[in-house]
Every structure is written in structure tokens, then in C-alpha cells.
């Protein structure tokens, strides 16, 4: 069964700060996705990471993916009050299987 | 852009009432999913469907049951809901292929009392 772990859950930082969100998976894949959800809203995509190695950036957000120690993570440069939300990752499943298996979150106050 | 959209993003039931919750998807995505989030849980599969009448259980698919007569309209029902099913539900939609990501509606918040 494919478990998706991310760490921290929870994450307070100062502005201007930089810092990563680790995501941890159980089983082979090589699909792994971010999305970001803002408070009563719904999830975002950010990044669609698909190979060992890819590199993603957009803004202050960079994401990449290592599957062969099945990890990514989302590394957050000079942190702004705007990127507060929560971020999932999620995982495809193996052998082409269609659904997601998601992260419990990360919940990101960044503090003025 | 792709549009997801959920019927109703507030609703109240009683136990034991029956709850239709409707998604609608314009991308013409063979892949339909539904989600239920909750606090320190996150999100969990409920149901998904891959084509129209095609529907494969989740990892938590007691309690409830789908519809899906038209590729676009995907329908999540609970037949007797119960508190425990008070939640935020959130259907998705994905196209073929190994790289779509999955595009969410705006999400249904249902409270059961």
C-alpha cells in the first residue's frame, strides 16, 4: 500500500526566510505532485514532477524529485506573507494506476 | 481552463437523510475522483471512476456510492448519512495518460447533525 508522508505538518517562519517541505513515499513511482490550498478554498496544482531528477520552479517555490530515495521536496526561498497556505504532495500510483495518494499536508504561516 | 464545479458547497442534513453531491467537469476527462478531507487526515479516496458507468472503490468507500451516467457528471451519494460523515468533500477531475495532474472543484462542505 503506498503511503505518502510529509514533514513538517506544521510550519511557522519569519519573511525573508528560506525553507523545505519534505514528502516521503512508501512504494516505486514516478509521478509526485504539489498543490497548494489556501484556507476554505480549494487545491491548486503547482508542480507535476515525472522523472528522477526533475527540477521545478516557479517564483519561490522550487520542487524536485529523487525517486530512487523516494523523496521530494519543496524548498521555499525568502518566504513571503503571500505563500501562507497548505501544501500537499501526492503520489501516482504504480503501473499506470489513475488515483492519487496525497500527503497530510503542511500547514505554512509565514509571519510578517 | 479546466472547470470543475460541485453543486453545492454548503449543505446541512440529518442522520439518516440521503445526499446527492454532484460534480461537473468540462474537459472531457475520463478520470473522476472523489475526496473527502478532514483535519490531520488529509485527503482520502472516496471513489473513483475512469469511465462512464466505471466506477472502482477507494480507500474509504464505506458509507457511500457513485453515480456516473454521463462522462462530464460524476455523483457522490450517501445513502443514510451519519455524523462521522460530516467532512469537506472535493471532486476531481484527470485526463489520460501518466503526467495529468488532478483538477479540483471548489469543494462541499457537508454537515450532518
Known amino acids: 500500500e503506498l503511503k505518502v508522508e510529509q514533514n513538517p505538518l506544521f510550519l511557522s517562519m519569519q519573511e525573508g526566510k528560506n525553507y523545505t517541505i519534505y514528502c516521503n513515499y512508501s512504494?516505486?513511482?514516478?509521478?509526485l505532485y504539489w498543490y497548494r490550498q489556501d484556507p476554505g478554498k480549494s487545491l491548486e496544482s503547482l508542480f507535476v514532477l515525472l522523472s528522477n531528477g526533475a527540477v521545478k520552479q516557479e517564483g519561490r517555490l522550487m520542487a524536485s524529485l529523487d525517486t530512487k530515495a523516494r523523496l521530494s521536496t519543496l524548498h521555499i526561498t525568502a518566504a513571503v506573507h503571500d505563500l501562507s497556505a497548505t501544501y500537499f504532495c501526492a503520489v501516482g500510483g504504480i503501473q499506470g494506476a489513475q488515483k492519487l495518494v496525497f500527503g497530510q499536508g503542511t500547514r505554512l504561516t509565514i509571519n510578517p | 481552463d479546466v472547470k470543475v464545479t460541485q453543486s453545492s458547497r454548503y449543505l446541512v442534513k440529518r442522520t439518516g437523510e440521503k445526499v446527492f453531491l454532484e460534480c461537473v467537469q468540462d474537459?472531457?476527462?475520463?478520470?473522476m475522483f472523489w475526496y473527502r478531507q478532514d483535519p490531520g487526515l488529509g485527503l482520502r479516496l472516496i471513489y473513483f471512476?475512469?469511465?462512464?458507468?466505471?466506477?472502482e472503490k477507494g480507500d474509504i468507500p464505506e458509507g457511500y456510492s457513485v453515480s456516473r451516467e454521463k462522462k462530464e457528471r460524476f455523483s457522490l451519494i450517501l445513502e443514510s448519512a451519519s455524523t462521522n460523515q460530516t467532512s469537506m468533500y472535493l471532486c476531481a477531475s484527470r485526463g489520460q495518460g501518466a503526467g495529468g495532474e488532478l483538477f479540483f472543484g471548489e469543494g462541499s462542505r457537508l454537515t450532518v447533525l
Open positions: 512504494t516505486t513511482s514516478d509521478r
Open positions: 471512476s475512469y469511465d462512464v458507468k466505471m466506477k
Open positions: 474537459m472531457d476527462h475520463e478520470n
